[in-house]
């Protein structure tokens, strides 16, 4: 479960881990840390006592079934939702993650050049030939100026996924990004984030799709049935 | 920040056009409700001109807060909101400048529809421009408080009615001093007493519920 490399502080348990272990952590900064997250919903616990880290390079991909709580664990993780008990840090506060959720933040009555430009004002501001050249790098090319509407819902999550081809944060946390998405962007979407990883990147996700790129350093973190 | 303040208003300008039906509804229901108090209460002069400020601004105030139910709706179950929560500018400023877009596009569209409105119920034009000064000081209050309410209940199914119940005892002074200006301006009173009321009201407002409302927006993401 621990991972011992010296620089390095892939871990996650589900159980109260041995605390010496954290000193480790010090070292190498991690861009997101989790001691002790209990997820209550609707009075049922979902998941108590889960430490995780993730640092440069790594990527955590959150399993488990429907209703196991991998949406509110990286709800929680990106700082949108109070955990019952238990503290997350992330490097550099809001502004040092990317958070891509199933609702992406497109307007359908946007263009996806304006949709990603404003995305891109709230976080980092791009001009609008970068915005151009993420559009082109998802296969939106052509459809720049065209209502989001009009696109389909994979056409819509490739212009939530543009955001992924900017200026962007190091630590990228996305809910179900595949949703929606033909086999061709999958696969140039999975090279991305390995990429991405191999940059000093890390990666948060969820998915019930089993990856078939993933770089050096990844994890799976099994969350449990509901009970 | 000021940059993102004004792509925001860009943006929700550019909202609103597409999308006309969304600006005309107030306005409308604006219309409609002062065109009935004539049938209903009789065309005398005398009454409907003594009645009118009174009228004017219950029928303005319930135009707001109609059109203020789905301020934040859209946005919320498209995931923007998620987007603004995590955004590197303060949230009460995008929160800002999010009820001045619809304050700049609806409210002020109600401020220019009202002396129209006013002279049908036979308010003498002398009047008017208290109307348009205690209009355009008391509009952007109820627009900031009404976006309190909204930002708490975004997160309900049927949010529209707690709307009401939170928002309207809110409302109490604006409608008294803005009706109170008119009413003193109509039987030839000084009226800067009020009007200054109002001014201050919206000063305190555009200082202190940019807070609340980001304030009612984490609570209702985080949900």
């Known amino acids: ?227 | 920040m000021g940059r993102v303040f004004v792509s925001l208003i860009v943006r929700e300008a550019r909202l609103l056009c597409r999308r006309p039906a969304e600006l005309a509804n107030p306005l409308v229901f604006f219309a409609i409700v002062i065109a009935l108090f004539p049938l209903a209460i009789g065309p005398q002069t005398s009454l409907l001109q003594s009645l009118s400020p009174g009228l004017i601004w219950m029928a303005a105030l319930l135009a707001v807060l109609l059109s203020l139910d789905d301020l934040f709706r859209s946005d919320f179950e498209d995931g923007s909101l998620e987007q603004w929560v995590l955004s590197c500018h303060p949230l009460s400023v995008l929160a800002l400048a999010k009820v001045a877009a619809h304050w700049l596009f609806s409210g002020l569209a109600l401020v220019v529809i009202a002396p129209v409105l006013a002279l049908m119920l036979g308010l003498p034009g002398r009047c008017l421009p208290v109307l348009l000064g205690s209009l355009l000081l008391g509009t952007p209050v109820l627009s900031l408080l009404g976006a309190v309410g909204a930002a708490l209940t975004v997160g309900l199914k049927r949010g529209g009615v707690l709307l009401a119940l939170l928002i309207l005892p809110l409302y109490i002074p604006v409608l008294i001093l803005g009706s109170g200006a008119l009413q003193a301006n109509l039987q030839g009173l000084p009226v800067a007493g009020h009007l200054l009321w109002l001014a201050s009201l919206a000063v305190l407002a555009v200082t202190l519920t940019p807070f609340a409302i980001a304030a009612g927006l984490r609570i209702s993401v985080g949900e």
């Open chain 1, 1 to 227: 479960m621990y991972n011992p490399a010296p620089s390095e502080c892939a871990h996650l348990s589900c159980r109260p881990s041995s605390r010496a272990n954290s000193g480790n952590h010090v070292v190498s900064s991690p861009f997101l840390e989790a001691v002790a997250v209990t997820c209550e919903r609707d009075g049922r616990v979902l998941f108590e006592d889960l430490n995780l880290c993730v640092g440069a390079g790594e990527m955590l991909q959150v399993t488990g079934p429907n209703g196991s709580g991998k949406t509110s664990l990286l709800r929680i993780l990106a700082g949108l939702m109070p955990a019952a008990s238990g503290e997350v840090r992330v490097r550099g506060g809001a502004e040092g993650l990317l958070w891509i959720g199933h609702a992406a933040g497109i307007k359908a009555l946007l263009t996806p050049e304006e949709n990603l430009a404003w995305l891109c004002a709230l976080h980092r501001p791009a001009d609008r030939d970068s915005v151009w050249r993420a559009l082109a790098a998802v296969g939106l090319r052509g459809y720049e100026d065209v209502p989001c509407h009009t696109l389909s819902a994979g056409q819509q999550r490739r212009v939530a996924l543009a955001r992924l081809y900017l200026d962007a944060p190091a630590l990228w946390i996305l809910d179900e990004p595949f949703t929606a998405l033909d086999r061709q962007a999958v696969d140039g979407l999975e090279a991305h984030l390995a990429e991405h990883c191999r940059q000093s990147g890390a990666v948060v996700l969820t998915t019930h799709h089993a990856l078939t790129v993933t770089p050096e350093r990844y994890q799976d973190l099994p969350l449990g049935t509901p009970t």
